[in-house]
Each structure stands twice: as structure tokens, then as C-alpha cells.
RNA sequence: GGCGACUUAGCCAAGUGGUAAGGCAUGGGACUGCAACUCCCUGAGCAACGGUUCAAAUCCGUUAGUCGCCUCCA
């Protein structure tokens, strides 16, 4: 098996890879907050997390992916005032906070699906855990790591060895209420401390609550993360991902209430993908310049251009987006899908040359996720002098990973019904006879008629072929 | 203010001690009725300064800039 070294948050050094059971991978990844659209930048995260996964499975780890669905914690307690115009539109049409969750949830995956994104093998929507919340928030409680304080149930950061493992970051010089729509809470004893269990807070409209032994109520908002990694990962964590905005004090948090609740070391490899920036910085919803994929597919760009752009970065460095280089990127990937779909399929495997390709792959990916490396392996296979079988076989083998969709582009005569591939050939032999005969004005508006449906050509010179429009 | 990351050609980007991969764009050319596609050719000395070394984009230090986090955030 090929080695994966990782960047790892919790020792700040690339490390590599080796999952607490062999061959077997426990993964945990942070999921969407389903009560807005999701931006391309959240979907960053969403692709490289995918691309780590799929390249796990590659190497023929046996991964087990859990991702949780936030729908409760703060679905009415959107502080920015204003922006959550979504939200807002929901509510004008009188829609349940649960139905604006199950509306996003759908949307997100759609977003996913059209990306390439593998769905993990279990997703668990907050609500759906509870009780197990109640029961790992008395349990701390039980253990002294937590306390009631004006109606909530507070986590106490200061019962811990070492609260900062992940962020080192430094006591003293944390500010609170950095952000001017942040309040003190008062309750505290540290102000580190975080809500596990909410009976009371500003929030008054909250719409769900459930019974609790500390009164009626809803969870804190990293409560979820840590109870449903355990539930279904069990008390050892090989991977856990996010991006980098997690780190404090989201996944801090995670870490002091699923060891405190464990008694012992969690999770081993701690993985965060940096943001999508625009000229503002962080894209996000406050700032403006909120982009989705069906916005983007509107433009006229294949969502899975934009998965190019990322794959063309690495995912630990800030990217910024503009349409100039998204547009470098839709040429770039057209050009690619232009040249697989000139190959062949002659010749026989040259298995020799393509573990040599494939060594190289690993290589690129076995350095911290170098996509952009291993995209370069593949445009070393296309100009390669390996034969069109085994050329397609290496495509199709790093396609497991980077699906990019690169034989998808292939015509095949399957999608097209019998009766417009007669027509196409008859009008490309009508075409063709016309510019023999100089006709050019007949000749222009077949190939027009043809692009009405749907059908590009173009004169090669081994002759005209002709394929579905992109 | 503290913590963290980043800084290579017009743009994206590889590179982890021996004198800078790849992609897109640009310009030139081949092909072509035109278009598209395809093919060939075309560029930087690595934020700055100092240090270690026979040798540094690569190691160390300092400075600068950009971005993120400091209880909604991917």
C-alpha cells in the first residue's frame, strides 16, 4: 500500500497516515448548516474531503464516513442582521424551520451530486440525536466537566489539561466579543466555556425544543459533532475534517467534550481545508459575492470545472476565486475532455508503463493531497507514448479519485436515440457533399441545424465527427 | 493584541539542498472554405534583507504583504 502523508492540525507537521485499526478508516466530517444555500466556497471543503476519502478507498483502506446535518442549534439565531434573506423567504411562505432544513438538505445534495461528490455512507441529521446529546452532556456533568448556570448547561474549559491542543492558542490574549454582534454571557465561569444545553437565551422564538433534565430546551451547537462521531465510530477516531475556520473553537470544543467524556486520546489526524477567497476575502454570505453551483451553471460553467479549480490548488492554501481563472480552468478542462475523447481503444494493457503512471499518482497524492500534481501525471499520460487502452485504463484508474468525469464526455451512441444519430450522419453527408461543391452558405446551415440540436461537429482530418454538445 | 496559514512568470501552480514541471492566457507558425479541434515554437530566477553551505526557491533568522480564527461560519 502506498504511503499518505497528511498534514496533520494537531501536531502541525505532515505525518503519515496510520489508521488505529488496519486497513480499516474512521472518518468524521463537519456538515452543512442546512438553512442557507451552500456557497462554492463551503463546497471546497466538501471536494477535497471527497478527493481524501475517494483516494483512501484507492488505496484500499476500508473507510467508514459519518457527516452530521446541523438543522437545530441555531436555525432562528442568524445574527447577522439582514442577510439571511433565504431564511427570511422561507418564513414569508410560512415554512417550518424542519421544512427549510429538509428543503437545504436536498439542495446541498444536489449541489453534491453534481459535483462528484460521494455522499457519506452515513449522514446524521442533529435532530435525530438527542437523546444521546442529553445522555453525554449528564454524563459530563456526572464527571465535573460541566456545570448549570442561569438555565444552560456550560462546559467547563477549565477542568482541562489542556484545552488549546489543537489551536495553541494563548489564554491571556483571547478576545471576547471580537465581533461586534457577539455577546458576553455572563453565566461563564471561563470564557472559554461553551452552552452544551440551552434552556434560555436570546433567542426566544427558538422553535424546537425537547424535554431535558435541565428543563425545555435545544443543544449547544458542538455538542452534535462529538456525540455522533462516537455513536457511530465508536471511541476512536482516525480522521476528522473541516475547514479551517473549525478549528477554534468548534473542533477545540469537540476535543474537550468527547476526552473528557472518553477519558482518553480521540482523534489522531485532524484534517482542514483553508477557504475560497474573492477580492473581499472569505467568500461568504455577509460580504456579498455569494456564488452556487446552480448560479455557476447558469453562467454556463459545468459544475465539475469548478472541482478543476480546486483540484488545480492544494487544498491547504487560501484560493482565490475570480471568473478570470475560472474561465482559464473551463477552456483547460474542455481541452482535456477534447483530447480523451480523441483516444482510442486500441492495443493491449502496458502494465509495466502504468504502474510507472500509477507510481507517480501515488506520489503526487501520497504528498498531503498534491491534486495539482497528480492532474499534471495525467497530462503526462496523454502525451505519454503508452498506447490509447492503456492511456484510457490510467484516466479511468486516477478518475476514482479526481472525478473530473473525464470519459463521461465520450459520445456514446446509448444516450442518443437511433433516429438523430441517421439524421446527424445523413445531414454531415449532405454538409460534407455541399462544401465539395463549394456551397458553403448550404454547408454553414447544416451544421447550424445540427448545433439546434444539439449536435457539435467538427472537421478533423481523418473526415467530420460530430458528438453532444457539452 | 494573540494564534495560524500563505507569498514561485499575465493568471493557476509543481518543486523539501545541486543551477526553475505542468496547465491557461499571449505572440508566431502548420492545418482549415470559415469556425472549432489538433499540432509545433514562445517566457520567470522564486516577497525583501541577512545567515548556514562548495552549492538554497528549498535550511535558519528578521522584516513586509495577503488571508483566516479569537464563540454563526467550510
Avoid at 451530486?113 to 446524521?124: F, Q, S, T, Y
Amino acid at each position: 500500500m502506498a504511503v499518505l502523508d497528511l498534514y496533520n492540525t494537531l501536531t502541525k507537521r505532515i505525518e503519515e497516515f496510520k489508521p488505529n485499526e488496519d486497513r480499516k478508516v474512521r472518518m468524521y466530517t463537519c456538515g452543512p448548516t442546512v438553512y442557507h444555500f451552500a456557497h462554492i466556497g463551503n463546497l471546497r471543503s466538501y471536494i477535497m474531503e471527497d478527493v481524501l476519502e475517494k483516494y483512501l478507498i484507492y488505496l484500499g483502506y476500508d473507510v467508514t464516513r459519518v457527516m452530521n446535518i446541523t438543522d437545530v442549534g441555531h436555525l432562528t439565531s442568524d445574527a447577522d442582521t439582514g442577510e439571511d434573506k433565504m431564511l427570511k423567504g422561507a418564513k414569508r411562505e410560512h415554512k417550518t424551520v424542519m421544512e427549510i432544513a429538509e428543503f437545504y438538505k436536498k439542495a446541498f445534495f444536489d449541489d453534491c451530486a453534481r459535483l462528484n461528490i460521494k455522499i457519506p455512507g452515513i449522514v446524521e441529521p442533529a435532530t435525530n440525536c438527542i437523546p444521546g446529546f442529553i445522555h453525554m452532556i449528564e454524563a459530563l456533568l456526572d464527571k465535573g466537566y460541566a456545570y448549570e448556570a442561569g438555565g444552560n448547561v456550560y462546559f467547563d474549559t477549565s477542568k482541562l489539561k489542556n484545552y488549546y491542543v489543537l489551536s495553541s492558542q494563548n489564554e491571556e490574549e483571547l478576545q471576547v466579543g471580537v465581533r461586534d454582534d457577539v455577546e458576553e454571557d455572563i453565566n461563564k465561569k471561563n470564557k472559554t466555556d461553551f452552552v452544551l444545553w440551552f434552556t434560555k437565551s436570546k433567542f426566544d422564538e427558538q422553535e424546537l425544543k425537547w424535554e431535558s433534565p435541565w428543563g425545555a430546551g435545544y443543544p449547544g451547537w458542538h455538542i452534535e459533532c462529538s456525540c455522533i462521531s462516537i455513536k457511530h465510530l465508536g471511541e476512536y477516531l482516525d480522521i476528522h475534517c473541516g475547514g479551517v475556520d473549525n478549528i477554534f473553537p468548534h473542533h477545540t470544543n469537540e476535543i474537550a467534550q468527547s476526552e473528557a467524556y472518553l477519558g482518553h486520546k480521540w482523534c489522531n489526524y485532524w484534517f482542514h481545508v483553508q477557504h475560497l477567497n474573492n477580492q473581499s476575502g472569505k467568500m461568504s454570505k455577509s460580504k456579498g459575492g455569494f456564488l452556487t453551483i446552480p448560479l455557476l451553471e447558469e453562467k454556463g460553467y459545468n459544475p465539475l470545472v469548478y472541482r478543476m479549480f480546486c483540484l488545480q490548488s492544494h487544498y491547504r492554501k487560501p484560493l482565490l476565486f475570480s471568473f478570470d481563472v475560472l474561465d482559464n480552468v473551463k477552456t483547460a478542462y474542455e481541452k482535456l475532455l477534447n483530447k480523451i475523447e480523441s483516444l482510442g481503444s486500441g492495443g493491449t494493457l502496458m502494465e509495466q508503463e502504468i504502474e510507472e503512471y500509477k507510481e507517480q499518482f501515488n506520489s503526487a497524492m501520497g504528498s498531503d493531497l498534491n491534486t495539482s500534481q497528480a492532474l499534471t501525471v495525467l497530462y503526462d499520460v496523454l502525451k505519454s507514448g503508452l498506447n490509447d487502452a492503456s492511456k484510457r485504463y490510467l484516466i479511468e484508474d486516477f478518475d476514482k479519485v479526481l472525478s473530473l468525469g473525464l470519459l463521461e464526455g465520450n459520445t456514446s451512441s446509448k444516450e442518443i436515440s437511433k433516429e438523430l444519430a441517421v439524421l446527424a450522419e445523413k445531414l454531415i453527408e449532405e454538409r460534407n457533399q455541399a462544401r465539395k461543391n463549394k456551397d458553403f452558405a448550404r454547408a454553414d446551415a447544416i451544421r447550424e441545424e445540427l448545433a439546434a440540436k444539439g449536435i457539435e461537429i467538427k472537421d478533423t482530418r481523418e473526415g467530420t465527427v460530430w458528438s453532444l454538445a457539452r
